[in-house]
Structure formats: C-alpha cells, structure tokens
C-alpha cells in the first residue's frame, strides 16, 4: 500500500471535501427551497410571514376595531393575496404580521422592505409608480373638503385666506398647493401625522376645512356619528385611483396580485367585498351607504377572465 506523503495529503483533502459536502447540503437544500423565487416572496417563503402595512383611521378601508384588530376593505384584499403568495410558496399556513404605517412614511416602509403589503388608502399615480409597483384598480376617490355644517365654504374659491389642515404625505397636500396656486388663495395649508388627527383640528375649530379624499372623510363622519355637525362639499380637486401597494421590480410578485384580482373578479366577489365595507353596517356599527360607481364596476369587469371565454 502506497503510504506516501503525497498520498496521504490527497487523502485527507478528498475526505475534508466529503465533510464540507455533508455539511453545506442543508444550506444547499434550503436555497433550492426558495430557488426562483423572487426577493419578497423567498423572504416570506423563508419567514412563513407576509406583513401587511395597515393604516389606523382610514375607514372602511383600513382602519381599527373596537378590539384594536386592524380591519377594512383593503386588509380582506391584501389577506386574499397572501392566500394566493401560499400558492406561490407552496406554503398555505402563512402567517400574517400586522405593521402600522402612515400617510407619511407608507412608501419608505415598502422600499425599505418594513412590509411586504401595504393595505390603506393610497392613490397610484405615475410619481409613485416609479418608486413602487401597485396592484389593479379596487377603488376611485377625489379631493373634497369637510367643512362645518353652518359653513358657507362649498367651492375653491370660498377658501380665500383659509385656514386647511390635510394629513402629511397625502396626494390632497399636493392636490391643496395647486389650488392654492391657481385661484391665488393665500391659503394656511397645516399638516398633520393622519386623518383622524386632521379631523381633530377641524372638530377643534383650529381650521376651516379638512381637505382629503371624498370617502374618507365621509368614512370619518360615519365613524363619529357626526353628519348633524360637517358636511363633504365641493367639486373634486384631484382624481385619486386606489391601489394595493407593493415592491417594484419583482414581476414574479406582480403577477401573484394581478392574480389574485383575477381570481376575485372571475369569482364574481370584488362587488360584494365592496358592497360589505362600503353599502352594509360596518362591524364597528357605522354605515356609510356609498354604491359602487359605475367606472368603479366597469373596471372589476375587466378583471374577470371568463367574460373572454363567454363571448
């Protein structure tokens, strides 16, 4: 037997690659698990979790129970996502982790991957689409203002010189600095942190009108019982398509969502999900009693796949 130095080194080294075979073929086994997987779906593979952005006080659509369980329109569809995200993962007890986000720091929280999900209120238009991806249409809103019943403000003009609180990081922010501009208003345009904040200050008589989107601020009203004390009046200032938000640059997870919307549509559950936060009693008890719009519903029928095969 040659039991020669060289011999021997060759030996030990076959030996040492054999362990480090044994050794790594976990890891190797795991990133087989997620191989092909974009980014975000092979964290929540890797995680077993989807986290979901919500929103405190942006009713019906993301919004608190009396418990403090974040509930809305928005979270069922985001939860039926991640029901079909396990589908993707192969994985169907998915657990989900809610994370608050505001107005303000709800974009940050998706580029800088805080959530996976983010289930509020917030208008896709082509400035944030650059940063961020968004699933299909599921609501259509525009800039109105809440005033005082006994108020006589019910146009853009009837702001000259006006005191306006609109919630920071919101397209109404904007939508109030144009109208500031065109109509040379002279406007006092205050921020505050979220909507129910904002609506404080004008319960507080700190403003003279509260300027976001129509149906939350109708939501808002609904939730404090006080349709005898303010009033949503004049035209819209902005035109504000709603949007699941989500990471850009993952087609694989795009695809997941573009999904899911077609399966809702097909099913024919999109209109009975919004007639549920929308039309019904709310599980807190309000009723906000607002029907679907007509553009709203052409654009859920598009979504469903078996119209093609129909006609």
């Known amino acids: 037997m040659d039991r020669s130095p060289g011999r021997i080194r060759r030996s030990i080294g076959a030996t040492c690659l054999l362990l480090a075979a044994c050794l790594l073929a976990p890891a190797a086994s795991a990133q087989t698990a997620s191989e092909g997987l ?3 779906l092979a964290n929540i593979k890797r995680t077993h979790a989807v986290r979901l952005g919500y929103r405190e006080s942006s009713p019906p659509f993301s919004f608190l129970d009396q418990a403090n369980r974040p509930i809305g329109y928005s979270l069922e569809l985001c939860e039926a996502i991640v029901e079909e995200i396990g589908v993707e993962v192969d994985d169907p007890d998915l657990r989900i982790e809610y994370v608050k986000v505001t107005s303000d720091d709800r974009i940050a929280a ?7 999900l983010e289930c509020g209120s917030t208008t896709a238009n082509a400035e944030r689409s650059k940063v961020v991806a968004f699933s299909p249409l599921m609501f259509v809103a525009g800039t109105k203002l809440m ?3 006994s108020s006589t403000i019910s146009a853009p003009t009837d702001l000259k010189g006006k005191a306006v609180v609109v919630t920071k990081g919101t397209t109404n922010e904007q939508a109030m600095h144009a109208v500031d501009k065109k109509f040379s208003l002279g406007l006092n345009i205050v921020t ?5 904040q904002s609506y404080q200050m004008l ?7 509260f300027a976001t989107d129509d149906i939350l601020l109708y939501g808002l009203i609904a939730r404090h019982k006080t349709q005898d004390k303010f009033k949503v009046t004049g035209e ?6 709603y949007g699941i938000m989500f990471r850009k640059g ?10 899911t919307f077609r399966k809702l549509g097909s099913g024919r559950d999109l209109i009975p999900l919004y007639n549920k936060w929308f039309v019904a009693r709310l599980p807190t008890g309000e009723r906000l009693g607002v029907s679907i719009s007509p553009q709203l519903e052409e654009a859920f029928k598009v979504l469903d796949d078996t119209q093609g095969a129909s006609n």
């Open 250 to 259: 993952e087609p694989q997870l795009k695809a997941v969502v573009d999904r």
């Open 110 to 116: 998706v580029t800088g991957n805080k959530i996976d």
């Open 236 to 241: 819209y200032l902005s035109y504000d398509p």
């Open 203 to 209: 319960v507080d008589g700190k403003v003279d009108a």
């Open 192 to 196: 505050s942190p979220d909507h129910e």
């Open 147 to 149: 005033v005082p019943r």
């Open 38 to 40: 974009s980014p975000t």
